[in-house]
Structures are given as structure tokens and as C-alpha cells.
């Protein structure tokens, strides 16, 4: 299990050249580091609107650093999908609460999916892992 200033140390030594590798330099990010997620090693919540994205990390579900980075990179594929959260919006508004939490749970189901299968193509197909992502932002620096 990993103290808080660990994870924190981690992700700001990383955070902006894996989101420049992902190509999302327009969007703001939030961190947060909270224990109250429960088993969840990290979530994410975006504002398209506004580009700003807020990630959350519960640093004692992480036993290294390439967890620490695996789980970053996982959220920051999140926010490829944020703009779908305005249609999700407008669906809440139609349906009302009760039809809206049946239907959402297919679509947080799906967003899942969809990150899980953009990370296996990444590390899977493209054999690249969090490290070299970052590694390319860097030599491309220099």
C-alpha cells in the first residue's frame, strides 16, 4: 500500500507528458486523492464544457508505481469519451431520475468497455505501456 505523497509524487512527475501523449493539452485536470473510493484505485469526472477533467485517486489501493501509471493512464482515456456526458445530460433531463439510473448503469457499463479496449490496444496491440508514452513526450522535448 502506497502513502498519499507517493502517489501524489508520482503522478506529478508524469501527469503532463502522458496527457500530452494523449493529445489532451485542452483540457484542465483536477487531481484529487481521497481513500473513500472504496476499491477503486482511481475515477474520473469530466466537463466538456469547460474541458476540465477531475481525477480521483485512492492512494491505498496502489502497491507500485507502474499501477500508479497504469491506473492514469486509464483515466485519462476517460476523457476521450467525455463529450458523450453532454448527451447523458440531455437523457437524464428527458427520462427523469428513476428511468435515467436504469439506463445509466449501460452506459457507465460501456464506457468502461470502451477504455478497457483503447488500454489493450495500446498495450496489447501497440505494445507501449504508460512509461513509454511519456518517455516519447520527453526525447520529442528535447
Not at 507517493?6 to 500530452?20: H, K, S, T, W, Y
Not at 477504455?115 to 505494445?127: C, G, H, I, P, R
Amino acid at each position: 500500500m502506497m502513502s498519499k505523497a507517493e502517489v501524489r509524487a508520482i503522478i506529478d512527475a508524469n501527469i503532463r507528458d502522458l496527457a500530452m501523449a494523449l493529445q489532451l493539452g485542452g483540457w484542465r485536470l483536477i487531481l484529487c486523492y481521497d481513500g473513500g473510493l472504496g476499491q477503486d484505485g482511481a475515477s474520473c469526472d469530466t466537463d466538456p464544457m469547460r474541458h476540465i477533467a477531475t481525477i480521483t485517486f485512492n492512494p491505498g489501493e496502489f502497491d507500485d508505481e507502474k499501477q500508479v501509471l497504469n491506473a492514469l493512464l486509464h483515466e485519462l482515456l476517460h476523457v476521450y469519451h467525455a463529450e458523450f456526458e453532454l448527451y447523458r445530460d440531455a437523457v437524464k433531463t428527458i427520462v427523469g431520475d428513476r428511468l435515467f439510473a436504469a439506463l445509466d448503469s449501460t452506459y457507465q457499463n460501456a464506457c468502461e468497455h470502451v477504455v478497457d479496449n483503447a488500454l489493450s490496444l495500446l498495450t496489447l496491440t501497440f505494445k507501449t505501456t504508460p512509461k513509454k508514452l511519456i518517455a516519447a513526450v520527453r526525447r520529442r522535448e528535447n
